[in-house]
């Protein structure tokens, strides 16, 4: 194999400080286009750069590890060589959009556009004039999600310009809410392991002699680091795992591809002590109708006039733990990029973005096994927004 890229090592920057997300020249969203771009699609820009390394390159195949953090990888260096060495050589940082949590990245990948152009923009979200609540992870088709989520996908694009496009995800997937707002416009395929998952994406990027696009997706790592943590025996486990399917899948590249290998987001520890309850505080409850996002990104739809109270009384109990904005003043940041009208009220009237290794867990009204979770994601910190882009060459 041969390998390009700056070969950048880790920023210099606290993995517990603010980081903006760099939408249009150095973030998720941005790395669909430049695979386009690389394979010919008129028209599109590349944002990355990755055009002129990987000039001659007619197969591409992108990769998505969940929860592989850029600063999660010298934490897995010793499980994990082969990553450890493309990091080295031909990794580079790049940024999520916000907030840095699966549903919301999936969709950012796959569209190319920052979360507030789409609108998945958490976990779970507030449907705009009810009070239910949508979890993104097991939407099947209420909201439809060609309304919920109507930007075309990159995908569709790719297909719409005589490349063969291939989704390979776990089976279970397949047809999800989630999957159709994502990934629309290409074959799925479903995988239920490495093996597969190896097998699966290098046959369909084999497959023909026109130009190809693969996009795989590999969850385990996320998931050990939310059950046991990162850097626990089960994670180190995955890491592991993750390192074989790298191997792998370079090993298997051929000579006219590429590997593109990215992540959704990092992971980071929450202690025992750094955890609020708002159901369980009558003070952090008061005021607040429905509950959504996630235990570090907070949103909360308030009764009428109560904005101001509920500000007041977060940032209160919260002090240094949490950032507490309205709405307007959380949009301003520029977290979500540009809100059109139609998705402005998916967001909180309330947003509350955790600091350091804080969280506000929901022990009521989220599914139990959240307030177990040893780690989670979703805030702005370096650690969690922080994700890797290796480019690898056949």
Same mark, same amino acid.
């Given at each position: 194999?041969?390998?390009?890229?700056?070969?950048?090592?880790?920023?210099?920057?606290d993995p517990l400080a603010p980081v903006a997300p760099r939408y249009g020249g150095g973030s998720l969203a941005d790395v669909?286009?430049?695979?386009?771009?690389?394979?010919?699609?008129? $028209?599109?820009?590349?944002?990355? $750069?990755?055009?002129?390394?990987?000039?001659?390159?007619?197969?591409?195949a992108v990769l998505l590890v969940d929860g592989l953090g850029w600063y999660q990888i010298p934490t897995a260096a010793p499980h994990a060589p082969t990553l450890a060495g493309l990091a080295a050589t031909v990794g580079r940082p790049l940024t999520s959009g916000f907030p840095s949590? %699966?549903? =919301?990245? @999936?969709?950012?990948?796959?569209?190319?556009?920052?979360?507030?152009? &789409?609108?998945?923009?958490?976990? %779970? @979200?507030?449907?705009?004039? =009810?009070?239910?609540v949508v979890n993104h992870i097991e939407w099947a088709a209420d909201p439809e999600p060609l309304r919920w989520q109507p930007v075309p996908t990159r995908l569709e694009q790719a297909r719409a310009a005589g490349i063969a496009v291939t989704v390979v995800s776990r089976p279970e997937f397949g047809g999800s809410g989630l999957t159709v707002a994502a990934n629309r416009g290409g074959d799925y395929r479903g995988a239920a392991g490495v093996d597969a998952l190896v097998t699966t994406m290098l046959t369909a990027l084999?497959?023909?002699?026109?130009?190809?696009?693969?996009?795989?997706?590999?969850?385990?790592?996320d998931r050990h680091g939310h059950l046991s943590g990162v850097d626990s025996a089960p994670w180190r486990a995955a890491a592991t795992e993750v390192d074989a399917l790298l191997t792998r899948l370079v090993d298997g590249l051929p000579p006219d591809a590429a590997l593109l290998v990215t992540a959704d987001h990092g992971q980071l520890?929450?202690?025992? $002590? &750094?955890?609020?309850? @708002?159901? %369980?505080?009558?003070?952090l409850r008061a005021g607040v109708r429905v509950v959504a996002g996630e235990p570090r990104v907070r949103y909360l739809h308030v009764a009428p006039g109560a904005d101001g109270d509920v500000v007041a009384a977060w940032s209160a109990v919260l002090g240094d733990a949490a950032r507490v904005l309205t709405r307007a003043e959380a949009v301003a940041t520029g977290w979500f990029g540009p809100v059109p009208e139609e998705h402005l009220r998916r967001v909180g009237d309330v947003v509350v973005v955790c600091n350091d290794t804080y969280a506000v867990l929901a022990s009521r009204s989220e599914p139990p096994v959240v307030s177990r979770l040893v780690a989670f994601h979703g805030a702005d910190t370096a650690a969690e927004m922080t994700i890797p882009l290796l480019v690898v060459r056949g």
């Open positions: 194999m041969t390998v390009t890229g700056p070969g950048v090592g880790p920023p210099a920057v669909l286009p430049s695979a386009l771009a690389v394979l010919g699609v008129p $028209g599109v820009a590349d944002p990355l $750069g990755l055009a002129a390394d990987l000039a001659g390159v007619r197969r591409v949590t %699966t549903p =919301t990245s @999936l969709v950012t990948l796959g569209t190319g556009v920052p979360p507030g152009t &789409h609108g998945v923009l958490g976990f %779970t @979200l507030r449907v705009p004039g =009810t009070d239910r084999s497959a023909g002699d026109g130009p190809t696009l693969v996009s795989g997706y590999h969850p385990d790592l520890d929450v202690p025992a $002590g &750094h955890r609020f309850d @708002l159901d %369980t505080d009558p003070r």
